[in-house]
């Protein structure tokens, strides 16, 4: 016969202790896969706005935008004051007006709201290079009608070409 006290196994505080520990790797490691999604959904968010961004460039450069400066050379868009091309360009880059504000253009992308300010400007060093300035600014929608802005590029037009 076999006495009680010679049987090898786990205590109750072995296994308390092991599920414990357990329970603690496990959590770092979930913590962990959140970081990375939230990590991957911002990622997300600022590729598409550079995607955003260089389709506006590219039809800015395509656009009859450089037309309009061409022939009216000698206005001065300060960058004190700079002209918001953003309604010229709705139609062209298929984006709509915001009813809220006519300077911004919306477009939709991935279920998001995408929000664009598409500015031009010059200064003296740049009016004698026959340079344009062109600012474009990004935000996208969260809940409850807040913005988080994602993306901001500057890029130079030259109408002496």
């Given amino acids: 016969m076999k006495n009680i006290n010679e049987e090898k196994g786990f205590t109750l505080l072995e296994v308390l202790l092991s599920i414990v520990i357990l329970s603690i790797i496990i959590l770092s490691f979930l913590s962990f896969f959140s970081q990375a999604l939230l990590h991957s959904i911002r990622e997300e968010d600022n590729l598409t706005g550079m995607n955003v961004a260089e389709s506006i460039l590219y039809n800015v450069e395509n656009s009859s935008i450089i037309d309009l400066l061409e022939s009216t050379p000698n206005i001065n868009y300060s960058c004190q004051n700079p002209l918001s091309i953003s309604s010229f360009l709705a139609d062209e880059l298929n984006f709509t007006t915001d009813s809220q504000d006519p300077n911004r253009l919306v477009t939709e992308m991935n279920n998001r709201k995408y929000f ?13 290079l ?8 990004i935000s996208h929608s969260l809940t409850n009608d807040k913005e988080r802005f994602i993306y901001d590029t500057f890029h130079y037009i030259n109408i002496g070409e």
């Fill in 130 to 137: 026959d340079l344009y300035r062109l600012h474009i600014k």
């Fill in 116 to 128: 664009t300010y598409i500015n031009i400007c010059q200064n003296t060093n740049e009016n004698s």
